[in-house]
T-cell receptor, first 109, second 115 residues
Framework: AQRVTQPEKLLSVFKGAPVELKCNYS??????LFWYVQYSRQRLQLLLR??SRESIKGFTADLNKGETSFHLKKPFAQEEDSAMYYCALKSTGNTPLVFGKGTRLSVIA | GAGVSQTPSNKVTEKGKYVELRCDPISGHTALYWYRQSLGQGPEFLIYFQGTGAADDSGLPNDRFFAVRPEGSVSTLKIQRTERGDSAVYLC?????????????FGPGTRLTVL
């Protein structure tokens, strides 16, 4: 069965501190992994995907197949990073996303 | 361009009533997904359309839930005999539907409250 686990419901960090949002997954095969973000009063939007191997807004995420993890990292948190973050996976093809329960990131000034 | 839109933004109904939720995908997107997000949870898949046909409806919780997309564009999610447990935010997403790499773009959601 496909499953995404985000162990932290809430993560609070000070501005300028490093951030790591954890994501572990369960999937028999080669999944595609994503991070979606939802800022206050805005819709859910794609932040980054593992196949792109890019950095968006200073965030990066590396797929570790051995540990079945896809943790989201940023070296220096900014106040505008405060939002709800969801890790998600899908199988290949046009298939639905399986989401974790989300982690609320609060960056304190 | 215009993103995915959903109407209404809020719907309050009484237990046992019938409701319809509408999704307007991004123009040209052939794939359309419905998700449901309960409080404190991530979005959970309900049904996926490719064009006019439901390619995967395995996420529909029971036969009270039904969705259509008759012309391959707008989709309507229909819930019969609503129950208090149906209260949630219903999200719609669309994608080009051409390749596995196509991004799913989400609408703002419809918040359904069943009293």
């Amino acid at each position: 069965a496909q499953r995404v686990t985000q162990p932290e419901k809430l993560l609070s960090v000070f501005k300028g501190a490093p951030v790591e949002l954890k994501c572990n997954y369960s999937y028999s095969g080669s999944p595609e992994l994503f991070w979606y973000v939802q800022y206050s009063r805005q819709r859910l939007q794609l932040l980054l995907r593992h196949i792109s191997r890019e950095s968006i807004k200073g965030f990066t995420a590396d797929l570790n197949k051995g540990e079945t993890s896809f943790h989201l990292k940023k070296p220096f948190a900014q106040e505008e990073d405060s939002a709800m973050y969801y890790c998600a996976l899908k199988s290949t093809g046009n298939t639905p996303l399986v989401f974790g329960k989300g982690t609320r990131l609060s960056v304190i000034a | 361009g215009a993103g995915v839109s959903q109407t209404p933004s809020n719907k309050v109904t009484e237990k046992g009533k019938y409701v319809e939720l509408r999704c307007d995908p991004i123009s040209g997107h052939t794939a359309l997904y419905w998700y449901r997000q309960s409080l404190g949870q991530g979005p959970e898949f309900l049904i996926y359309f490719q064009g006019t046909g439901a390619a995967d409806d395995s996420g529909l919780p029971n036969d009270r839930f039904f969705a259509v997309r008759p012309e391959g564009s707008v989709s309507t999610l229909k819930i019969q005999r609503t129950e208090r447990g149906d209260s949630a935010v219903y999200l719609c997403a669309s994608s080009l539907g051409q390749t596995s790499a196509d991004t799913q773009y989400f609408g703002p959601g419809t918040r359904l409250t069943v009293l």
